[in-house]
């Protein structure tokens, strides 16, 4: 059983900074890519920044210069720090993990965390 959990969300002033972490557990072989994606109330969830094995970075044009992800791949963990954070920064945020096999043999498939809310207050 692969459990992907968040954690670091919170409530916080525009300007300042948070760290979300998420470690994959369970049986696991390899992960291709792990990213952040955010959902606000009443959008779609988007895409925030991801890493892949190799640690080739992408990120969403509202975040780039603000947000910075690294990946340990030795601890299946993913990090997003978050700086310079403003109101429309306020989303649930989760954790994707692409293309997870748990062995070496056979698909890969997407996981998701529960989810971690971060608050921006102006």
């Known amino acids: 059983q692969v459990q992907l959990v968040e954690s670091g969300g919170g409530l916080v002033q525009a300007g300042g900074s948070l760290r979300l972490s998420c470690a994959a557990s369970?049986?696991?072989?390899?992960?291709?890519?792990m990213g952040w994606y955010r959902q606000a109330p009443g959008k779609q969830r988007e895409l925030v920044a991801s890493?892949?094995?190799?640690?080739?970075?992408n990120y969403a044009d509202s975040v780039k210069d603000r947000f910075t992800i690294s990946r340990d791949n030795a601890k299946n963990t993913v990090y997003l720090q978050m700086s310079s954070l403003k109101p429309e920064d306020t989303a649930v945020y989760y954790c994707?993990?692409?293309?997870?096999?748990?062995?070496?043999w056979g698909k890969g498939y997407d996981y998701w965390g529960q989810g971690t809310q971060v608050t921006v207050s102006s």
């Open positions: 890493i892949t094995s190799g640690g080739n970075t």
């Open positions: 994707n993990a692409d293309n997870l096999r748990t062995r070496a």
């Open positions: 369970g049986r696991i072989f390899s992960i291709n890519a």
